[in-house]
């Protein structure tokens, strides 16, 4: 039994010692009280994040840059001004590197969600493992194979006309949630496996539940006052072993690859900033696949910028990366051609204020978890040379990131 006594629970022995399984009861508990809740994991790292939001029901805001406070924001592709981005607040922040009892002990969360949490770690959860989710409100409709291969054609004949130069069209592809599913067990699978990836689990009671393993950095702002993006694009199957300094990339990939430098670095122009770092670009291993990658870094200090993450962030989203170039018809013809509506995918998420860090990456890589479905996420860079089957190829190799953890 647990005892309260100054509403500080006292703990007897039945808790577990490791954090997982109290992590999954808190994620169980959270979705049938509608709290909102973020795992995380940033790339390279070995510790993990959990934070839970017991205030007020989740609105879309601005982000507030004079609130220094540890959050984690949640971005959809369409933000007119970013005043339609989510943030949790972290009412408590626990990492795998706590005590279980932490959890048990902290005064900050309701006396009531301890009580079930504690239930669910001593008798076992009451709940199927599908119907531990609930439905969502964004309802996707799946795009067929010769509607995805359509308007490949149909942006080819774009670009050729002189329309656009590059676009990224996108497609959701639904599986029915197995049976044994259970939403952090997945979590740790993908950590195990994508450790260069940012990984995420995020349920906002108003959205759904979200998961991810996203290669790309939108932008880092770090404490020694560095601000980093990144220009990702360009994929080819990675191969076990396979020597990255002899990887040869095709034209089509190389020019898709530097559209999107040049479009960071015409950012860079507009608020007239030349003092920058360049490092690329180089090939890099994320999951089952490689990319083309150039980082950029800026001095905020040296260069007497304060303010360059949130300026940076205003331009960049949404990248050319999940556009294309120029970004305005490009963006227009997704919209116009691609017959679904992307919500959180290609936005952005990430930790806000964390160790007086924030790290925010383009959710890529990433599915929605409903009652009984999965809807994955994938989209390729149509160029002059592309070719339609080779595209839907490329979105199926990306599905394959998280359905090889399934």
Request: net charge neutral; hydrophobic share 40%.
């Amino acid at each position: 039994m647990l005892h309260s006594k100054n509403n500080i629970l006292q703990l007897d022995s039945f808790l577990p010692t490791d954090y997982l399984p109290l992590w999954k009861a808190i994620r169980e508990v959270a979705v049938s009280e509608s709290v909102p809740f973020a795992f995380w994991r940033l790339p390279q790292a070995a510790e993990q994040h959990l934070i839970l939001d017991f205030g007020e029901v989740l609105s879309p805001h601005q982000i507030d840059w004079e609130d220094t406070s540890l959050g984690f924001v949640m971005s959809p592709f369409l933000n007119p001004d970013l005043k339609q981005t989510y943030r949790l607040k972290a009412d408590v922040h626990l990492t795998s590197e706590n005590r279980v009892s932490d959890f048990f002990e902290n005064p900050r969360i309701p006396k009531e969600f301890r009580q079930k949490v504690q239930d669910i770690l001593k008798n076992g959860s009451p709940k199927s493992k599908k119907t531990s989710f609930k439905s969502s409100q964004l309802k996707i409709q799946e795009v067929s194979e010769a509607h995805y291969r359509n308007i490949v054609s149909k942006s080819i004949e774009a670009i050729k006309a002189g329309e656009f130069q590059k676009v990224v069209l996108s497609r959701p592809k639904q599986v029915a949630l197995p049976d044994n599913f259970e939403a952090v067990s997945v979590f740790q699978k993908l950590n195990t496996s994508y450790q260069t990836a940012f990984v995420y689990l995020c349920h906002l009671p108003e959205i759904g539940t979200w998961m991810g393993a996203t290669p790309e950095i939108l932008m880092s702002l770090d404490k020694n006052h560095q601000f980093t993006t990144v220009a990702l694009a360009g994929t080819q199957v990675y191969e076990e072993g396979q020597k990255l300094s002899e990887v040869a990339w095709r034209q089509k990939e190389i020019e898709e690859q530097a559209l999107v430098s040049r479009y960071i670095i015409n950012c860079f122009k507009k608020i007239r900033l030349r003092d920058f770092q360049e490092e690329g670009p180089r090939t890099v291993v994320a999951g089952n696949l490689m990319h083309l990658k150039t980082t950029f870094k800026v001095d905020m200090k040296a260069t007497n910028f304060a303010e360059l993450g949130k300026v940076m962030l205003e331009l960049l989203h949404p990248t050319s990366a999940v556009c294309g170039m120029p970004k305005k018809p490009s963006q227009d013809f997704v919209l116009a051609n691609e017959g679904y509506q992307r919500a959180f995918y290609s936005g952005f998420i990430g930790p806000i204020n964390l160790d007086q860090e924030t790290h925010l990456f383009v959710n890529l890589r990433c599915m929605q978890i409903d009652t009984h479905l999965l809807t994955l996420y994938a989209g390729a860079g149509i160029t002059e040379d592309s070719q339609p089957e080779k595209e839907w190829k490329e979105t199926e190799m990306k599905c394959q990131t998280l359905l090889n953890v399934l």
